[in-house]
């Protein structure tokens, strides 16, 4: 089983910018597809980015432009850079392999508040 921790939240003004992390457990990491999502208050659930074990990316319009998701496979973790942060961000993000997402499992998330 891979273990995915979340880390790098806080609270950002408008404008502001955060780097998230999600550290891996295993040895089969460097061969799964990794994705961010988010949930705000009230709201459902959504991917944020994703990217592949051969680097791929992709990004919700919503970001896109925005944030970067990368991946360094030797210390088993995925990024997230979000830059120009908007209050409409503010969310728990949680990093997550796409099959334990749709099977509803989820780990703690990181907070991110955007606000003045």
């Known amino acids: 089983q891979v273990q995915l921790v979340e880390s790098g939240g806080g609270l950002v003004q408008p404008g502001g910018s955060l780097k998230l992390s999600c550290a891996a457990s295993?040895?089969?990491?460097?061969?799964?597809?990794v994705g961010w999502y988010r949930q705000a208050p009230g709201e459902q659930r959504e991917v944020v980015a994703s990217i592949t074990s051969g680097g791929a990316t992709n990004y919700a319009d919503s970001v896109k432009g925005r944030f970067t998701i990368s991946r360094d496979n030797v210390k088993n973790t995925v990024y997230l850079q979000m830059n120009s942060l908007k209050p409409e961000d503010t969310a728990v993000y949680y990093c997550?392999?796409?099959?334990?997402?749709?099977?509803?499992?989820w780990g703690q998330g990181t907070q991110v508040t955007v606000s003045s």
């Open positions: 295993g040895s089969i990491f460097r061969l799964l597809t």
């Open positions: 997550n392999l796409p099959l334990n997402a749709r099977l509803e499992s």
